[in-house]
């Protein structure tokens, strides 16, 4: 997915996604109690999936794999921690001789229930960009200044999408009856990643319009957008790049639940302070749609998906940013924070997009 901006230079550095340059550390949605049946285990993998890491230690431990609890998937080509959970019989024990090269145990603690998927705050990742020079450097700093004020989209990343990309064609042919899965994993899978797509392709639609307004007069913006006159009345001065519209459904964030937006005015305030955020539909069932003029895009990118809905924010902050030039080998390491189902890429893409 393109990354739409209103971009004055480009960016240019080196970036592999390897053990070596790309970590990723899982932060806990709640402290862990001490004690209790289950096992918390901080992991710290490189270079394979979660799902390879969850097989290695059932393998071992002569467990179901289903008996591993995860609060998400993290990179194979990456050095990657997080935590997982078992029963503590008959485990705990076996585990003090366990010995992978992959894979290595960082700590264990008690607790009294089994991790499962979403029991995450975010994940606090460090990347080093190579063969960054002097005025890259310059340039990158700038941008990250606009990143630290203004956040960035919360596309769904690459890897949403399978090794060619493809997989959201496979998740539409199922939808559309053209392509029978019995599967039912597989179906969800590729379900999913249709939703993902969708999702992607409005959130695309939307920084378009963002940067007509921004660019143009709200007339105009109307016109290109076959929008009702008066329809983007007050948009246009909203303080944030990304501007919200009458109808959308805002988010109260990091962390909350949905709601109508009532004031353009006062809603764009707090948005602009991080207090919300606008949400985008993942299309499927029992899932709360936009009106008004959200909903004259949004309907475009809503399709009957027999998988569960949801609202997922369509622009998150990054927090924790703390940036090392270091000048002799033309390095910049870099690290951010971002929420749960956020990824790295759309920070990378903001970089290489340059100042805004």
Not at 81 to 95: F, G, I, R
């Amino acid at each position: 997915m393109n990354l739409l901006y209103p971009v004055k230079v480009k960016n240019s550095f080196i970036f592999n996604s390897s053990s070596r340059d790309f970590i990723v550390d899982e932060i806990p949605l709640y402290e862990f109690s001490g004690d209790g049946e289950h096992l918390v285990l901080y992991i710290r993998k490189k270079d394979m999936t979660t799902w390879e890491m969850i097989t290695a230690l059932a393998k071992y431990l002569k467990i179901k794999q289903r008996d591993i609890g995860y609060a998400g998937l993290k990179d194979k080509h990456a050095m990657t921690m997080q935590y997982v959970s078992l029963l503590a019989k008959d485990n705990e024990e076996k585990l003090k001789t366990f010995n992978h090269e992959k894979i290595k145990i960082l700590g264990t603690y008690r607790h009294n229930n089994k991790i499962r998927i979403g029991h995450l705050k975010g994940n606090h990742f460090k990347i080093r960009l190579k063969k960054v020079l002097g005025v890259q450097k310059d340039k990158l700093d700038s941008v990250l200044k606009w990143v630290k004020k203004n956040g960035v989209p919360n596309y769904f990343g690459n890897q949403r999408f399978g090794t060619d990309g493809n997989n959201w064609k496979e998740g539409k042919a199922i939808m559309e009856g053209t392509l029978k899965m019995r599967d039912k994993k597989t179906r969800t899978f590729l379900l999913n990643s249709y939703q993902s797509y969708l999702f992607n392709s409005w959130l695309s639609k939307r920084i378009e319009l963002s940067m007509l307004l921004d660019a143009f007069s709200q007339d105009e913006a109307e016109r290109v957008f076959d929008l009702p006159e008066g329809s983007l009345k007050g948009v246009k001065e909203q303080p944030h790049f990304f501007k919200i519209l009458e109808g959308d459904l805002m988010m109260h964030y990091p962390f909350g639940r949905v709601f109508e937006l009532e004031s353009l005015e006062e809603e764009a305030r707090r948005f602009n302070e991080f207090d919300i955020s606008p949400s985008g539909l993942l299309a499927g069932k029992r899932v709360s749609r936009t009106t008004k003029v959200s909903k004259l895009i949004e309907k475009s990118y809503d399709k009957e998906i027999e998988e569960s809905g949801a609202r997922r924010y369509a622009w998150i902050k990054v927090t924790d940013i703390k940036k090392t030039y270091v000048e002799e080998k033309a390095h910049y390491e870099l690290e951010f924070t971002l929420p749960k189902g956020s990824y790295a890429t759309n920070v990378l893409d903001v970089l290489r997009g340059g100042v805004i």
